[in-house]
């Protein structure tokens, strides 16, 4: 999502400004090219030097520097972006955009671009909940400005309260929404299903798959970076939230079955990543089942088949685990739960499937194509899949963005 994106990141002269080295650093990485533009205040706080170690690249400073390699730089820097980001932004950086005011290099350089900005306030909580403030962000607001956080938290003054920076997992998960806006799947509502569910035993144990997440955290990310509006539904896992995805935890196959219907309402894809259950017992005791000295008999009952069984007007993809007859197995199932695509992978391969960040899937469709790809990292897996889900939806009415 981020490579060989342009990306301006405005630094102002906030205590959070240091964590602009990590914000520069993470998208470096992930292949961008990063302009960092910071106010003179910002850098009281931190050196310009980090900044281009970070990013390989000038570090503007000053409103007219003679010696740069951009031309009018506030006219280049704005026309060459794919988005600016203001990361911490004062509350005076907040006011002087809200008054149009220009009479800073980041200031011009936001009121020159077409880019989409996001802003990210980091203050004191007072500042933060003044009326001036809060009108000036809603103003910003109003002409399409993504703002995001504060969060909540410990702050400079040594109180705890609103104004903290947002966390950087946050800021790089609305770059990557934002920057995806637009993308094919704008406007389309994406069901992603993750995790393995479990089926409780007692109040303490629990029947479950083997599942980390990872593929469907990954496709609930790919397909909010296409522009879709993503709901996922996750059974337990060990992941952070993905951030722009509506989220809804669920524990056992029946609760997972109950919000794959309501949320399928009006989606047009179901993707099933999730490790469902296949029995459940059939009834769970109420109090911890003592241990005793000879072993426990447990009646098990099938779960609901959720894929199979869920109706309505949106394409199904299904996933399939398969330890032998990978094709013929996958191909079984994309017929009997009526899919529009199988992914199956062979888990006796100890690079691909269970916790591993790599996967490597075979991608049969409703003729009988079957695409076997190598060993690809899940996120890699995920945009294969979605390429393919992307090309399978009937064309759209209307595709207007999802807003953020
Ligand atoms: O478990 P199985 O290999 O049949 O899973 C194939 C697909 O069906 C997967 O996408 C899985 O999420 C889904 N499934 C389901 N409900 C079940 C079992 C599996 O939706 N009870």
Redesign the pocket.
Known sequence: MLRNKTIVLGITGSIAAYKAAEIASQLTQAGAKVNVIMTEEAIQFISPVTFRAITGRPVVTEMFDLASEFSIEHVSLAEAADIVVVAPATANIIAKLAAGIADDMLCCTVLATKAPVVIAPAMETNMYNNPITQDNLAKLEAHDFVIIGPAMGWLASGKEGLGRLADIRDIIGNICQVLGRGGELAGRHIVV?AGGTQEPIDPVRYISNRSSGKMGYALAEGARDRGAKVTLVTAPTSLPEPVGVDVIQVGT?QE??QA?ENVTLRADALI???????YRPIKAAKDKIKKGKVGLTLELE???????T?KGNFIK??????SSNLVE?AKG?LKQ?GLAL?VANDITASDSGFGTDTNRVTIIDREGKIDSLPLLRKREVADKVLDRVAKLLPKPKSRRPNKI
């Open positions: 299903t196959a997972m079955r794959v099933m990543a999730a490790a469902v259950a296949d099938g779960t609901p088949d959720i894929l199979g869920v993809v299904g996933f399939a685990a398969e197995n199932k739960k199988i």
